[in-house]
């Protein structure tokens, strides 16, 4: 993989609902970074699974994956909890994230010009997408504000669902990103820990920026 030089790379982990795509979001605008959130790639993958389950195979999602425009990944079809699921069963083959390993790579070493780096959020970026990224985040939260947070995203967006069905749905995502055999979810030695379970979005921000001005002015 041939690496733009000079760049500011980004690489956090998290369980899900922790609110690292919102941190990403607001580094990548702050720092002009390319802002890549891989989770919808495997959601749109596992949105791939469940409308072409008979004709759905590795190479149908290579075809998929090659043609992805990343404007889809923002489409709100991505956000139901059978994607969710879906997401998280897809994520556990090993040829498929060799697919979108690739995809991810390219952005992340070789953004848009007009970026001055990349941030990638997602579960495995530290520890196989982005290894030697400038600066590493492990952010999490307790599942209690993390099932509360993804029930009010999908109140928001007229979802029929309990408090409670998130929160199992959540804790049965938890196991599966950390017992998987690839890419499974887990904090690094050389990783910050950022937990925003007491933090605001704002106050969060401020920790992760005071630790990267820190390093970009010296």
């Known amino acids: 993989m041939k690496k733009r030089k000079n760049i500011i790379t980004v690489a956090i982990d998290s369980p899900a609902a922790a609110g690292a795509g919102t941190q990403a979001k607001l580094i990548s605008k702050h720092y002009n970074l390319f802002y890549l959130d891989t989770g919808k790639i495997y959601r749109y993958i596992g949105e791939l699974k469940l409308k072409n389950f008979k004709k759905f195979s590795y190479n149908l999602i290579n075809r998929k994956i090659m043609n992805l425009k990343l404007s889809y990944l923002n489409n709100k079809s991505l956000l139901s909890n059978d994607v969710a699921m879906s997401a998280s069963e897809v994520a556990k083959d090993k040829k498929i994230r060799n697919i979108v390993h690739k995809f991810q790579q390219k952005y992340a ?15 495995d970026i530290i520890t196989v997408q982005v290894k030697d990224a400038m600066f590493k985040f492990y952010i999490t939260a307790s599942i209690e504000v993390r099932a509360r947070r993804r029930f009010n995203e999908y109140r928001d967006l007229n979802k029929n669902i309990t408090y409670k069905e998130v929160f199992k749905s959540l804790k049965n995502r938890d196991k599966s990103d950390k017992k998987r055999q690839y890419g499974p979810l887990k904090k690094t030695k050389d990783s910050i820990l950022i937990n ?9 921000f401020k920790k992760i920026k005071a630790i990267m001005d820190k390093k970009l002015n010296h």
């Open 109 to 123: 070493y070789q953004p848009p010009k007009r970026f001055s780096g990349s941030v990638l959020d997602g579960r």
């Open 196 to 204: 925003t379970t007491k933090l605001s979005k704002k106050a969060c």
